[in-house]
């Protein structure tokens, strides 16, 4: 991976100390010993996520609470209860076995919760298919989820009203299980990571995050303005004034090439813009001429090796808007001009001799390509070429006024310069010249011209040759040509300087509106950039993040060399001290690829004279002051006001390079992990911040481009990976984007690399479905929510059950429900019940609520809220059931002795009266125990009764019961009226079975039936009035949540 074949023959070209002409070497066929792809699978195997919060929470209370605490503490109080009632009175309490065995075993019984299992995969399974379904419909139905309006309070309304549970719901959920049931195998889950998402990572760029073309920005050309007219006698004897004119072009929001200039006059420079037109049209986006650019960028990617801190920029990106909205037709140059040949240049800016002199530089490697074309009509030559404005403006003389050709003086190379290094700190720039030609050099092929360190003197012998010199239109024809041999640059030199196009990638608008939804939401959206802080903070501007003071970090490596110096070390991308191994050609960068300017910029043994209006000065003036002065002064000394540094430079005390990164966290304060925007980014040191994230409880969703082989291990490392087939960029707008090559019987290469990258994903999907995501987050965030609901219902209400055992052994009585009944409860009317939770519709009120972090801890506030949840929501009830069972034990005593003393249904208190009549409820007297079922029967109906209302209040937990009515769910309706009819078709069948006469209702007072249909009333009472706490206390957290979220780092801004 990343491995560059490099012919012998190359390294003596490299040490040339003159101009030399370079034949490319053509691509070669080589064979792959193995896949990249297989080391970086290695590589990822021992990674571990973070274990999801559901997930912990099961485990922790199943295996810490459970098993290590509740269980062998119930298990003790029982025994010891049992043991002192068995001890007391032997005769009425029962045998041994059931003292001693059975009664802690059936008290423990639903703290083992035999039916959790199932329960939570059915749990799981339901909030799964449920944020699958939603992936689906906002996939297949633009409605579903508009782009530029996503998570809306329209949108969300549809949300709430389409998750129903009906019968095709039902028959979905089933086949999804059996036969279409891939998206459950996922090695993460998609309703966990993106219900506790509190990061939104996304690690690409192009075609993702912008469109995968960049856009034109500004032009850059001279002009000229006429001459003012003398007031006196009319007369007009100044000449006209040249001056530089940049026109600004805005892109279109829904087109990738659309762009029109923001000055409606723009018309007024049409001769000064056609030549540009022109030029684009012949050279850059002309189909003849790219096989042998793409052979120039290979070679470029050679000879950037030989200098480790120089890259090839790629110049060459289609511009054909800009010469349609100029007036010419994209094949107009067919019938007007045939492309004779192509030359390339690239220029050394350092000899290898000066590595130990420049320490942190990176810049990019001068270069240019030119087409010789023939007039069709005239049979004129002419040479139109494009590159970096360093090497073409060292080759004019000339500029193009509109006008006539105007000598460039060297007030105007600064001013070229200064607006091509101010453009290349934030975006492309690219240059356009032009020469005429008398005849066509001599073809030999594509041909590649090196210049050696010393070639900037070629702007010196430019000015000597047309030193004292006339030029007229006949002048323009001659081809002054020499030997090759002597002066390879000749045909190159005297060209004419058209003018400059900075570009830029441009963001999508519906990005936009999604970091905003985001944000909303109380998620933090974070941009890893691979490029400097000043391109990196230009389209964070753009996304809206906030790129000023304390808001942006740079995670290039700092190590100290020899000297004691700042060096940048980062490897595995662009960045500062990057090795030549590790650069890619389609990653190019402006002059500054990395590093705060003022680490480039710094020298005092470089330090010049300042001029405030220039960034750099020119090349060609400080070659002609001073020859011996290094190049390095005249490339990278800076001129910079204090005004402009600031615009740029992140001069805040944040950690720069993501070893200092933990440190800073530790000692200092936690503002790394409130930064959305990451720069000078490798996908080594991404990876190690998404680590940092997740040690500090942050669940981070990592999306990025399946097409992108370093984003396996990111994908690996994240809580969630979304990978995202991009836009794909187009050669020319001309030509169709790269198409996916479809096959019915295998797959294609593309669509096998797209799973094999996508491997530790959750979720595949286009570009423009990605910013869709949007519901999919409310809807898994409203399944995990009422997951925890759910599973804070089954384990009260299992405990409950377990309470009614305890306080039963304690007063003491005989058991307040049979074990079949224990076993209905926990197995049936709990589980079921708590299905109706997860069926609910979206809450509204999660679109804009804070979540929290992923904490594997439970909080004494979460301990208390817990506990007074259990203590006024179940212990009422629990004690209503005592005193009613109580009731109708008295009663049955009085029905059956006819005098009874109220301490009689107590089996251990004395009882002068009937002193064994419920004695022995183990035992063999059959009228006892049909008696005693009937009994528990009843109270079983009444805990029914309970257990449904309970539930009611668990289904919208933060939302009154007069607002949301529980029995208009259509989910809960069903299930209750299931329930209801299972229990009363069970208490028949018991009642049967223990032979129950049908005169022991007879014996029911009518207390009992007041208490049965009076309490339930009171109960909803009392739900509403602890809910009405709860909420204030969601309120409160909410409030304390979105206030540490929305923390403005720059708010506390010292400049």
Request: hydrophobic share 45%; with cysteine; aromatic share 10%.
């Amino acid at each position: 991976m990343d491995e560059c074949f490099i012919p012998s023959s190359f390294g003596d070209v490299m040490v040339a100390n003159s101009v030399r002409l370079v034949t490319p070497v053509h691509p070669e066929v080589m064979v792959m010993d193995e896949s990249p792809y297989v080391s970086l699978l290695k590589s990822i195997y021992p990674l571990r996520r973070p274990l999801p919060q559901l997930e912990w929470l099961r485990a922790y209370s199943s295996f810490i609470l459970a098993v290590r605490l509740l269980i062998p503490t119930v298990f003790g109080v029982s025994f010891v209860i049992s043991a002192l009632r068995y001890g007391l009175d032997p005769q009425r309490s029962g045998t041994w076995a059931d003292m001693f065995l059975f009664y802690p075993a059936v008290t423990v019984l639903p703290l083992l919760a035999p039916a959790f299992p199932v329960l939570w995969i059915l749990w799981y399974l339901i909030g799964t298919f449920r944020v699958y379904s939603r992936m689906e419909r906002c996939s297949s139905d633009p409605n579903e989820s508009d782009a530029g309006d996503t998570l809306t309070e329209s949108s969300l309304d549809s949300i709430q009203s389409t998750v129903k549970v009906r019968l095709p719901f039902l028959r979905q959920f089933v086949t999804s299980i059996i036969r279409d049931g891939d998206e459950f195998l996922f090695s993460t889950s998609a309703m966990y990571g993106l219900g506790a998402m509190t990061n939104f990572c996304c690690v690409d760029k192009k075609g993702i995050l912008s469109w995968p073309n960049p856009s034109p920005e500004k032009v850059f050309f001279m002009t000229t303005k006429e001459p003012s007219v003398s007031a006196d006698d009319g007369s007009d004897d100044s000449e006209p004034e040249n001056y530089f004119e940049v026109l600004d072009l805005t892109h279109g929001s829904t087109e990738a090439f659309g762009v029109a200039f923001d000055d409606p006059r723009w018309t007024r420079f049409d001769a000064n813009l056609k030549p540009l037109g022109l030029s684009v049209l012949l050279n850059t986006c002309n189909d003849a001429t790219r096989n042998e650019y793409r052979e120039f960028v290979d070679y470029l990617q050679l000879a950037a090796r030989e200098d480790p801190l120089t890259l090839p920029v790629v110049n060459r990106r289609c511009l054909c808007m800009l010469p349609e909205l100029i007036g010419f037709h994209h094949d107009m140059w067919n019938n007007h001009a045939h492309i004779e040949s192509q030359h390339s240049l690239y220029r050394y800016i350092y000899r290898k001799t000066d590595f130990k002199k420049r320490k942190r530089f990176v810049v990019p490697l001068p270069n240019a390509t030119a087409v010789m074309t023939r007039d069709a009509f005239a049979n004129h030559f002419q040479m139109f070429a494009q590159g970096t404005t360093d090497l073409l403006l060292d080759l004019c003389i000339d500029a193009w006024n509109g006008v006539d050709l105007v000598p460039l003086a060297s007030g105007d190379r600064k001013k070229i310069l200064d607006f091509y290094h101010r453009s290349t700190l934030s975006c492309y720039c690219t240059a356009f010249t032009y020469r005429p030609l008398a005849k066509s050099p001599v073809t030999r092929g594509h041909v590649v011209v090196q210049i050696p360190p010393e070639g900037h003197s070629i702007y010196q012998h430019c000015i000597e040759d047309t030193e004292d010199e006339s030029l007229d239109a006949e002048s323009l024809f001659e081809f002054r040509d020499v030997p090759a041999s002597s002066d390879p640059l000749r045909v190159y030199k005297d060209q004419v300087f058209l003018g400059m196009v900075s570009m830029q990638y441009k963001v999508k608008a519906d990005v936009v509106a999604m970091i905003e939804t985001l944000d909303r939401a109380c998620i933090r959206f974070v941009y890893f950039s691979k490029e400097n802080e000043y391109r990196s903070q230009e389209f964070g501007e753009e996304l809206g993040l906030e790129t000023g003071w304390n808001c942006h970090i740079s995670l290039a490596k700092e190590t100290l060399i020899s000297d004691g110096s700042m060096e940048d070390d980062d490897v595995g991308g662009i960045g500062i001290g990057v090795g030549a191994s590790e650069l890619h050609w389609s990653q190019s960068a402006p002059v500054l690829t990395s590093g705060e300017l003022e680490q480039v910029i710094m020298d005092p043994h470089l330090e010049m004279e300042r001029k405030e209006s220039v960034i750099y000065p020119a090349l060609a003036e400080a070659m002609i002051a001073n020859e011996r002065t290094h190049m390095l002064e005249a490339v990278l000394e800076p001129t910079l006001s204090d005004e402009y540094l600031a615009t740029f430079e992140n001069r805040a005390k944040l950690p720069r390079g993501i070893g200092n990164v933990r440190p800073h966290i530790k000692q200092v304060d936690n503002v790394p992990l409130l930064v959305s925007l990451f720069t000078d980014c490798t996908p080594n040191s991404t990876q190690e911040m998404i680590a940092i994230m997740q040690e500090y409880d942050e669940s981070v969703c990592c999306v990025g481009s399946c097409y992108n082989l370093h984003n396996l291990c990111l994908f690996a490392q994240s809580n969630i990976a979304i990978s995202v087939e991009p836009l794909f960029p187009q050669i020319c707008q001309k030509e169709p984007p790269i198409a996916r090559p479809r096959c019915d019987s295998v797959l294609s290469p593309m669509e096998l690399s797209q799973r094999l990258i996508s491997l530790p994903c959750s979720h595949r999907c286009h570009r423009d479905q990605m910013v869709n995501l949007l519901p999919v987050i409310a809807e898994a965030r409203h399944c995990v929510n009422q997951m925890k609901v759910a599973f804070s219902f089954a384990a009260v209400g299992s405990f409950q059950v377990t309470s009614l055992y305890l306080f039963s052994a304690l007063l003491p009585l005989p058991p307040v429900v049979a074990i079949s009944h224990v076993w209905m409860l926990i197995v049936f009317t709990i589980p079921v019940l708590s299905l109706s939770i997860m069926m609910t519709k979206v809450d509204p009120l999660v679109k804009n609520s804070a979540i929290g972090r992923n904490k594997h801890r439970l909080h004494r506030p979460v301990i208390r809220e817990i506990t007074i949840a259990f203590v006024t929501k179940f212990i009422p009830p629990t004690v209503v059931s005592l005193l009613l069972f109580h009731l109708l034990l008295y009663y049955s005593c009085v029905a059956v002795a006819g005098t009874c003393h109220w301490s009689a249904p107590s089996l251990l208190l004395p009882n002068s009266t009937a002193p064994h009549q419920f004695g022995g409820w183990m035992g063999d007297d059959e009228g006892q125990h049909s008696r005693l079922a009937f009994l528990q029967n009843l109270i079983f109906f009444f805990l029914t009764i309970i257990a449904i209302l309970n539930a009611s209040g668990y289904l919208y937990p933060f939302e009154q019961i007069w607002k949301q009515m529980p029995f208009r769910t259509t989910p809960f309706l069903l299930l209750s009226a299931l329930v209801l009819a299972v229990h009363l078709g069970f208490i028949a069948v018991d009642m049967r079975l223990h032979h129950v006469d049908v005169a022991y209702f007879d014996a029911v007072p009518l207390a009992f039936w007041i208490l049965l249909v009076g309490w339930p009333l009171v109960h909803v009472v009392l739900l509403a009035v602890v809910k009405h706490y709860e909420i204030k206390s969601e309120v409160r957290k909410e409030k304390h949540l979105k206030l540490e979220f929305g923390t403005k780092l720059g708010m506390n801004s010292p400049f």
